[in-house]
Nanobody
Framework: QIHLVESGGGLVQPGGSLRLSCAAS????????MAWYRQAPGKQRELVAF???????NYADSVKGRFTISRDNAKYTMFLQMNSLKPEDTAVYYC???????????????WGQGTQVTVSL
């Protein structure tokens, strides 16, 4: 099973930027579709951005034009560059690897433990 560890969260003022990283174990990172989710207090976990194994991307409407998802397969790492941050971006951010099939075998997905992002004066 792939193991994921997020880093890069913190406290930032509105309008500021943060770059989150998601480090993955294992040499099969490049075949996983990956995503960033977030969960604010009292709210459901929501999809923020998605990147396929071939680096096609998709974003939630609330972050389009402000956030950029990317991956470096050589370093087994996914990133989320967050610019023009707003107080409503405050949440715990999680990275996720989706399950993937190789022939008749399915590799299970995984979640990271989360990293806190707080946008406040």
């Amino acid at each position: 099973q792939i193991h994921l560890v997020e880093s890069g969260g913190g406290l930032v003022q509105p309008g500021g930027s943060l770059r989150l990283s998601c480090a993955a174990s294992g040499s099969l990172f490049n075949i996983y579709n990956m995503a960033w989710y977030r969960q604010a207090p009292g709210k459901q976990r929501e999809l923020v951005a998605f990147i396929t194994s071939s680096s096609n991307t998709n974003y939630a409407d609330s972050v389009k034009g402000r956030f950029t998802i990317s991956r470096d397969n050589a370093k087994y790492t996914m990133f989320l560059q967050m610019n023009s941050l707003k107080p409503e971006d405050t949440a715990v951010y999680y990275c996720k690897a989706d399950p993937v099939s190789i022939g008749s075998m399915t590799l299970s997905g995984s979640w990271g433990q989360g990293t806190q992002v707080t946008v406040s004066l």
